[in-house]
Every structure is written in structure tokens, then in C-alpha cells.
């Protein structure tokens, strides 16, 4: 089975970026769907961005649209999600998560699904300031 250890975050000014990856480990990261989750204190976590296995296809939630972006190095088994133009609001502990499944491609209500996924990094916090 996989693990997966997020890094790369940290405290930013608002409008700044950040750049979070997520290594995995004890198999291909090539085999697992992808996703980024986060919980902001005192809320339930919430689905952030996919990417399928081969990479051919991103999700994202409505509120990064346009300043997230989510992408893997299948060869350096990593993740990342790139932020950029970051707010108060997008602090959270953010986690990724692998779903090793069998088919290339599947809804996007499947990817938003944190049921969907079977492992689970232990997180890192990233703090927007104002």
C-alpha cells in the first residue's frame, strides 16, 4: 500500500503562494488517483482538487478555480498543488489522498468523494494571513 507525506506549507501574506507537495512511498504513484483535501478550523474537510492517474484530467473546487493547480510527477511518485493568489479564507490543513482504482477515468462527483479515497497523508498547515 501507499503513503503519502505532504510538505511545503507554511505561513504567506495574503496574495502570496505556496507550493505543497505530497511524496509517496511503498508503490507507483502512476497506479492511484489523486486528490487535495483541507480542513479550516472548526469545519468539516472539504474536497479541493483531483487529478486522474495518468494526469489527463483536473478538478477543481468553484472557490481555486483559476488560482489552484493540482498536477503529478509519476516519475518522482509526487504531487503537487501549486496556490497562488491566496486568501485569508484558504487557511486549512490541507491533506492528499491516493485511490487506487482501476479505470483511467470516472465522475467528478467520484474525485469529490472523500470516501473515494483509501489513503490519507497526515497533513500540513497552511496559514493566510490578512
Known amino acids: 500500500q501507499v503513503q503519502l507525506v505532504e510538505s511545503g506549507g507554511g505561513l504567506v501574506q495574503a496574495g502570496g503562494s505556496l507550493r505543497l507537495s505530497c511524496a509517496a512511498s511503498g508503490d507507483t504513484l502512476s497506479s492511484y488517483h489523486m486528490g487535495w483535501f483541507r480542513q479550516a478550523p472548526g469545519k468539516e474537510r472539504e474536497f479541493v482538487a483531483a487529478?486522474?492517474?495518468?494526469?489527463?484530467?483536473?478538478y477543481y473546487t468553484d472557490s481555486v478555480k483559476g488560482r489552484f493547480t493540482v498536477s503529478r510527477d509519476n516519475a518522482k511518485n509526487t504531487l503537487y498543488l501549486q496556490m497562488n493568489s491566496l486568501k485569508p479564507e484558504d487557511t486549512a490543513v490541507y491533506y492528499c489522498?491516493?485511490?487506487?482504482?482501476?479505470?483511467?477515468?470516472?465522475?467528478?462527483?467520484?474525485?469529490?468523494?472523500?470516501?473515494?479515497?483509501?489513503?490519507w497523508g497526515q497533513g500540513t498547515q497552511v496559514t493566510v494571513s490578512s
Open positions: 489522498a491516493a485511490d487506487r482504482a482501476p479505470k483511467l477515468y470516472y465522475t467528478v462527483s467520484y474525485y469529490r468523494s472523500q470516501d473515494t479515497y483509501e489513503y
Open positions: 487529478i486522474t492517474r495518468g494526469g489527463g484530467s483536473t
